[in-house]
């Protein structure tokens, strides 16, 4: 299995970004999939999640501002941020689950700014 991330950028504060998450040797339709981040000197935590049933699942901070999908034909996963706030400041990981093991993507940067 193997996830990479993509889409990282600087973003001012107020702005919007979508992140990619190209997986292989997992379907991502089949299986749980989801994005986490990790902020400088904080613990890594779950950002949005989606099932195989397409339920998804965000964290109160993000709620209304991004949006978890996938493209069954790219094999992909996205994340759509907008509304951007400096504290979204993070590196930014693809998570998948495959047979009970866990698989994440290098990380991507996310730095909102001005």
């Known amino acids: 299995v193997q996830l990479v991330e993509s889409g990282g950028d600087l973003v001012q504060p107020g702005g919007s970004l979508r992140l990619s998450c190209t997986a292989s040797?997992?379907?991502?339709?089949?299986?749980?999939m989801g994005w986490y981040r990790q902020a400088p000197g904080k613990q890594r935590e779950s950002v949005a999640t989606i099932t195989s049933w397409s339920t998804t699942n965000y964290a109160d901070s993000v709620k209304g501002r991004f949006t978890i999908s996938r493209d069954i034909v790219k094999n992909l996963v996205y994340l759509q941020m907008n509304s951007l706030k400096p504290e979204d400041t993070a590196v930014y990981y693809c998570?998948?689950?495959?047979?009970?093991?866990?698989?994440w993507g290098q990380g991507t940067q996310v730095t909102v700014s001005s």
């Open positions: 998570w998948g689950t495959l047979q009970s093991d866990d698989y």
């Open positions: 040797g997992i379907i991502v339709s089949r299986n749980a």
